[in-house]
């Protein structure tokens, strides 16, 4: 199914309505260039077994350009809070699973199928003008949708990491910054430590072992030093 032909006019009036009515929450002077949307979707796994999940889809650029890699609209679910933009991405995506909602509820707003079997989530989400309690809110909901394999995609308006990674039990990539933007765009990658480093057991026995045959190197070190200081003292006698 290809994406749908939005008139810019009426995305435009839309998202500055919001941005007059909110800015804080619409985080952008104007909507994602196509350049930023695009770029997010390279970065994006497509097969017909991959579930995405866009939340803050406001009017639906990264939608488009999601759609537009070919992906089935039936493998993507998009989550606006905001009720007027919501019903404009209903009107524009059919096909699409859009829902109304906030990003914390995930588990709750996603079809029951879907737990556990989502492979991306892009987010759209201003998260640099959100409390860390509300970002740790709404990137525990995502990742409790997520395969284990699963990643976040979040865009920011600066070079540093919009959220305290580390802190969230995360790890992080900055996978590039998009100059054809108003502002300039980096996008950023986060996934579960555990999938790519050991459990906190499994590290805590290979310092363990580690220090055993640093010990055991000490120790043959002794005893061929004692070997040879035996065999000097024979030679000398």
Known sequence: MPAPNIRKRDERLLFLRKLMKNPKSVGAIVPSSPALATFICTHVANSDDQLIVEIG??????????LRTGMKPESLAIVELDKEMYH???????????????ATQLSQLLPAEWIGQVGTVVSGIPMINLSEEEQNGIVTA??????????LLQFT???????????MGLRKKRLGSILLNLPPATVWKYWKTTMH?????????????????????????????????????????
């Open 57 to 66: 889809a406001g009017t639906g650029r990264f939608t488009q350009a999601l």
């Open 88 to 102: 404009f991405l209903k009107k524009n995506f059919k096909g699409v699973h859009v829902i109304h909602g906030d």
């Open 142 to 151: 995502c990742f409790s949708v997520m395969k284990e394999s699963g990643s």
């Open 157 to 167: 308006y600066g070079p540093l990491s919009p959220l305290p990674a580390k802190k």
């Open 197 to 237: 480093m050991p459990m906190h057991g499994e590290k805590n026995q290979r310092i363990k072992d580690f220090a055993f045959r640093i010990r055991n190197t000490q120790n043959m070190k002794k005893i061929i030093q004692l070997h040879q200081s035996i065999r000097d003292k024979f030679n000398n006698d």
